[in-house]
Protein backbone atom coordinates (compact mmCIF):
# COMPACT_ATOMS: atom_id res chain seq x y z
CA UNK A 1 0.00 0.00 0.00
CA UNK A 2 1.82 3.24 -1.04
CA UNK A 3 1.43 6.27 0.93
CA UNK A 4 2.31 9.71 0.93
CA UNK A 5 3.03 11.68 3.83
CA UNK A 6 1.85 15.42 4.22
CA UNK A 7 3.56 17.78 6.57
CA UNK A 8 2.77 21.41 6.97
CA UNK A 9 5.12 23.61 8.90
CA UNK A 10 5.85 26.93 9.65
CA UNK A 11 8.96 28.34 11.67
CA UNK A 12 9.34 25.15 13.61
CA UNK A 13 12.67 24.09 12.18
CA UNK A 14 13.58 22.19 15.18
CA UNK A 15 10.78 20.80 15.92
CA UNK A 16 9.95 19.21 12.58
CA UNK A 17 12.89 17.35 12.18
CA UNK A 18 11.85 15.62 15.27
CA UNK A 19 8.88 14.75 13.04
CA UNK A 20 10.46 13.88 10.09
CA UNK A 21 12.57 11.27 11.62
CA UNK A 22 9.96 9.67 12.84
CA UNK A 23 8.44 9.23 9.57
CA UNK A 24 11.39 7.70 8.47
CA UNK A 25 11.88 5.15 11.20
CA UNK A 26 8.46 3.40 10.08
CA UNK A 27 8.33 -0.20 9.80
CA UNK A 28 5.92 0.61 6.79
CA UNK A 29 7.90 2.75 4.54
CA UNK A 30 5.88 5.79 3.04
CA UNK A 31 6.43 6.12 -0.64
CA UNK A 32 6.82 10.00 -0.33
CA UNK A 33 7.20 12.54 2.07
CA UNK A 34 6.05 16.26 1.14
CA UNK A 35 6.98 18.92 3.12
CA UNK A 36 4.89 21.86 2.65
CA UNK A 37 6.61 24.93 4.13
CA UNK A 38 4.43 27.77 4.35
CA UNK A 39 6.31 30.79 4.03
CA UNK A 40 8.70 30.12 7.11
CA UNK A 41 10.96 32.95 8.04
CA UNK A 42 13.70 30.61 9.98
CA UNK A 43 16.09 27.91 8.92
CA UNK A 44 13.02 25.56 7.69
CA UNK A 45 14.39 25.73 4.11
CA UNK A 46 16.84 23.62 5.52
CA UNK A 47 15.50 20.66 5.81
CA UNK A 48 15.70 19.28 2.71
CA UNK A 49 19.65 19.21 3.36
CA UNK A 50 18.96 16.44 6.65
CA UNK A 51 16.22 14.80 4.29
CA UNK A 52 17.20 14.95 0.47
CA UNK A 53 14.60 12.15 0.01
CA UNK A 54 11.53 14.25 1.00
CA UNK A 55 10.30 16.67 -1.33
CA UNK A 56 10.08 20.29 -0.31
CA UNK A 57 7.95 22.72 -1.33
CA UNK A 58 8.15 26.14 -0.09
CA UNK A 59 4.40 28.48 -0.41
CA UNK A 60 4.05 32.09 0.38
CA UNK A 61 1.81 31.95 4.03
CA UNK A 62 -1.23 31.03 3.37
CA UNK A 63 -2.38 28.70 6.41
CA UNK A 64 -2.18 24.92 7.54
CA UNK A 65 -5.10 24.45 5.39
CA UNK A 66 -3.44 25.88 2.05
CA UNK A 67 -0.18 23.90 2.86
CA UNK A 68 -2.04 20.70 3.52
CA UNK A 69 -4.07 21.35 0.12
CA UNK A 70 -0.56 21.86 -2.21
CA UNK A 71 0.69 18.66 -0.49
CA UNK A 72 -2.28 16.71 -1.28
CA UNK A 73 -2.54 18.40 -4.64
CA UNK A 74 1.35 17.25 -5.36
CA UNK A 75 0.92 13.61 -4.09
CA UNK A 76 1.21 10.76 -6.15
CA UNK A 77 0.33 7.85 -4.17
CA UNK A 78 -4.25 7.29 -3.24
CA UNK A 79 -3.38 6.74 0.24
CA UNK A 80 -2.35 10.33 1.96
CA UNK A 81 -1.44 10.80 5.64
CA UNK A 82 -1.04 14.00 7.45
CA UNK A 83 1.63 14.73 10.24
CA UNK A 84 2.06 18.40 11.90
CA UNK A 85 5.38 19.69 12.13
CA UNK A 86 5.92 19.64 16.19
CA UNK A 87 3.31 15.72 16.18
CA UNK A 88 5.65 12.77 16.00
CA UNK A 89 4.54 9.55 14.96
CA UNK A 90 5.75 6.07 16.92
CA UNK A 91 7.20 3.42 14.27
CA UNK A 92 3.98 0.64 14.05
CA UNK A 93 2.01 3.63 12.49
CA UNK A 94 1.53 3.18 9.26
CA UNK A 95 1.70 -0.44 9.40
CA UNK A 96 -1.17 -0.93 12.08
CA UNK A 97 -2.79 1.46 9.50
CA UNK A 98 -2.02 -0.45 6.65
CA UNK A 99 -2.99 -3.82 8.49
CA UNK A 100 -6.64 -2.17 9.48
CA UNK A 101 -7.25 -1.05 5.64
CA UNK A 102 -6.02 -4.71 4.11
CA UNK A 103 -8.47 -6.18 6.55
CA UNK A 104 -11.61 -3.61 5.88
CA UNK A 105 -10.87 -2.80 2.31
CA UNK A 106 -14.15 -0.89 2.28
CA UNK A 107 -12.94 1.41 4.90
CA UNK A 108 -11.23 4.37 3.25
CA UNK A 109 -10.11 6.53 5.90
CA UNK A 110 -8.83 5.52 9.86
CA UNK A 111 -7.42 7.37 12.48
CA UNK A 112 -5.11 6.10 15.56
CA UNK A 113 -5.36 6.73 19.29
CA UNK A 114 -2.89 9.60 20.44
CA UNK A 115 -0.61 10.55 23.42
CA UNK A 116 -0.71 14.42 24.55
CA UNK A 117 2.53 15.47 26.03
CA UNK A 118 2.02 19.03 27.56
CA UNK A 119 5.18 21.09 28.38
CA UNK A 120 7.11 17.83 28.49
CA UNK A 121 4.64 15.91 30.49
CA UNK A 122 2.64 13.22 29.56
CA UNK A 123 -1.49 14.27 30.22
CA UNK A 124 -4.49 12.60 30.16
CA UNK A 125 -6.69 13.40 27.21
CA UNK A 126 -9.61 14.46 28.11
CA UNK A 127 -12.87 12.32 27.75
CA UNK A 128 -14.61 14.48 25.14
CA UNK A 129 -12.00 13.44 22.57
CA UNK A 130 -12.70 9.56 23.39
CA UNK A 131 -12.32 7.59 19.72
CA UNK A 132 -14.46 5.80 18.26
CA UNK A 133 -14.58 3.59 15.15
CA UNK A 134 -17.06 3.26 12.43
CA UNK A 135 -20.27 5.67 12.17
CA UNK A 136 -18.63 8.47 14.27
CA UNK A 137 -20.85 11.52 12.92
CA UNK A 138 -22.68 12.04 16.07
CA UNK A 139 -19.33 11.68 17.94
CA UNK A 140 -17.85 13.99 16.41
CA UNK A 141 -19.76 16.87 16.39
CA UNK A 142 -19.12 18.90 19.65
CA UNK A 143 -15.20 18.47 19.24
CA UNK A 144 -12.75 17.26 16.63
CA UNK A 145 -11.74 13.50 17.42
CA UNK A 146 -9.43 13.03 15.04
CA UNK A 147 -5.95 14.53 15.26
CA UNK A 148 -4.83 15.52 11.55
CA UNK A 149 -1.73 13.53 12.46
CA UNK A 150 -3.45 9.89 13.14
CA UNK A 151 -5.05 10.47 9.97
CA UNK A 152 -4.79 8.16 6.61
CA UNK A 153 -7.41 8.93 3.83
CA UNK A 154 -8.17 7.40 0.03
CA UNK A 155 -7.89 10.37 -2.52
CA UNK A 156 -11.38 8.72 -3.17
CA UNK A 157 -13.29 10.66 -0.03
CA UNK A 158 -10.87 14.58 -1.04
CA UNK A 159 -12.39 13.84 -3.98
CA UNK A 160 -15.71 13.24 -2.91
CA UNK A 161 -16.26 15.85 -0.06
CA UNK A 162 -13.46 18.94 -1.13
CA UNK A 163 -10.03 19.55 0.28
CA UNK A 164 -9.72 21.26 3.86
CA UNK A 165 -11.33 24.84 4.37
CA UNK A 166 -8.87 27.53 3.26
CA UNK A 167 -11.09 30.18 5.10
CA UNK A 168 -10.98 28.31 8.68
CA UNK A 169 -8.28 29.54 10.63
CA UNK A 170 -8.68 26.71 12.70
CA UNK A 171 -10.95 23.52 13.45
CA UNK A 172 -10.37 22.74 9.52
CA UNK A 173 -9.47 19.35 10.69
CA UNK A 174 -13.09 19.33 12.23
CA UNK A 175 -14.75 20.61 8.99
CA UNK A 176 -13.45 17.91 7.17
CA UNK A 177 -13.66 14.63 9.03
CA UNK A 178 -17.47 15.64 9.41
CA UNK A 179 -17.97 15.80 5.66
CA UNK A 180 -16.37 12.56 5.28
CA UNK A 181 -18.31 11.19 8.51
CA UNK A 182 -21.36 12.07 7.36
CA UNK A 183 -21.24 9.79 4.34
CA UNK A 184 -18.72 7.40 4.95
CA UNK A 185 -17.78 5.29 7.68
CA UNK A 186 -13.88 5.41 9.36
CA UNK A 187 -12.11 3.27 10.97
CA UNK A 188 -10.27 3.17 14.40
CA UNK A 189 -6.59 1.35 15.36
CA UNK A 190 -7.43 1.80 18.77
CA UNK A 191 -3.80 2.14 19.65
CA UNK A 192 -1.66 5.22 20.38
CA UNK A 193 0.23 5.29 17.70
CA UNK A 194 1.10 9.28 17.71
CA UNK A 195 2.57 12.03 19.90
CA UNK A 196 0.89 15.21 19.88
CA UNK A 197 3.21 17.70 21.75
CA UNK A 198 1.24 20.84 23.00
CA UNK A 199 1.65 24.08 25.68
CA UNK A 200 3.48 26.28 22.58
CA UNK A 201 2.15 29.43 22.15
CA UNK A 202 2.22 29.94 18.47
CA UNK A 203 -0.04 26.65 18.13
CA UNK A 204 -2.92 27.43 16.77
CA UNK A 205 -5.26 26.46 19.32
CA UNK A 206 -3.73 28.62 22.20
CA UNK A 207 -3.99 31.70 19.21
CA UNK A 208 -7.87 31.36 18.82
CA UNK A 209 -10.65 31.88 21.51
CA UNK A 210 -14.14 30.46 21.26
CA UNK A 211 -13.46 27.53 18.20
CA UNK A 212 -17.07 26.93 18.46
CA UNK A 213 -16.85 30.20 16.61
CA UNK A 214 -15.58 28.26 13.84
CA UNK A 215 -17.42 24.79 14.24
CA UNK A 216 -20.72 26.54 13.15
CA UNK A 217 -19.18 27.14 9.85
CA UNK A 218 -18.34 24.13 9.45
CA UNK A 219 -22.05 22.68 10.54
CA UNK A 220 -23.50 25.49 8.30
CA UNK A 221 -22.21 23.67 5.45
CA UNK A 222 -24.54 19.93 6.14
CA UNK A 223 -27.67 21.81 7.45
CA UNK A 224 -29.03 20.48 4.02
CA UNK A 225 -27.09 16.98 4.69
CA UNK A 226 -28.78 13.57 5.79
CA UNK A 227 -27.23 14.69 8.87
CA UNK A 228 -29.43 17.87 9.22
CA UNK A 229 -31.62 17.09 12.50
CA UNK A 230 -28.20 16.88 14.91
CA UNK A 231 -26.87 19.36 13.03
CA UNK A 232 -29.84 21.98 13.46
CA UNK A 233 -29.25 20.55 17.15
CA UNK A 234 -25.50 21.34 17.77
CA UNK A 235 -25.93 24.65 15.68
CA UNK A 236 -28.66 25.71 18.55
CA UNK A 237 -26.14 24.67 21.39
CA UNK A 238 -23.20 26.07 20.62
CA UNK A 239 -24.99 29.25 19.37
CA UNK A 240 -26.65 29.34 22.34
CA UNK A 241 -23.45 29.21 23.84
CA UNK A 242 -21.46 31.45 21.94
CA UNK A 243 -24.70 34.08 23.07
CA UNK A 244 -24.05 33.33 26.62
CA UNK A 245 -20.34 34.36 25.95
CA UNK A 246 -21.32 37.48 24.11
CA UNK A 247 -23.33 38.21 26.93
CA UNK A 248 -21.09 38.13 29.28
CA UNK A 249 -18.23 40.13 27.21
CA UNK A 250 -20.82 42.99 26.36
CA UNK A 251 -20.41 41.80 22.52
CA UNK A 252 -23.22 43.59 21.19
CA UNK A 253 -22.66 43.02 16.98
CA UNK A 254 -22.54 39.32 18.03
CA UNK A 255 -25.27 39.04 20.47
CA UNK A 256 -27.33 39.90 17.66
CA UNK A 257 -25.98 37.81 15.26
CA UNK A 258 -26.21 34.96 17.99
CA UNK A 259 -29.86 35.81 18.35
CA UNK A 260 -30.70 35.94 14.62
CA UNK A 261 -28.77 32.58 14.44
CA UNK A 262 -30.65 30.24 16.87
CA UNK A 263 -34.26 32.26 15.76
CA UNK A 264 -33.58 31.25 12.73
CA UNK A 265 -32.22 27.42 13.56
CA UNK A 266 -35.20 27.13 15.76
CA UNK A 267 -37.58 27.72 13.17
CA UNK A 268 -36.05 24.76 10.94
CA UNK A 269 -35.66 22.55 14.06
Known sequence: ????????????????????KSVYAQSHMPREV???????????????????????????????????????????????????????????????QVEFHKKNPEVAMSYTDERWVREGVEVKMPQKFHKVGGEIFDASLS??????????IHRKLLDEVGLFDESLEVCEDYDLWLRVACGNKIGLVHEKLITKYGGDVDQLSMKYWGMD?????????????????????????????????????????????????????????
Open 1 to 20: MDITVVIPTYNRYEVLQRAV
Open 34 to 96: IIIDDGSTDNTSQIQNLFPHATYIYQKNGGVSSARNLGIQHASCQWIAFLDSDDVWHVEKLAR
Open 143 to 152: HCIIAPSAAL
Open 213 to 269: RFRVRALEKLVDSNKRERVIQTLLQKYALLLKGAIKYAKIAEIKEYEGKIQYYEQLN
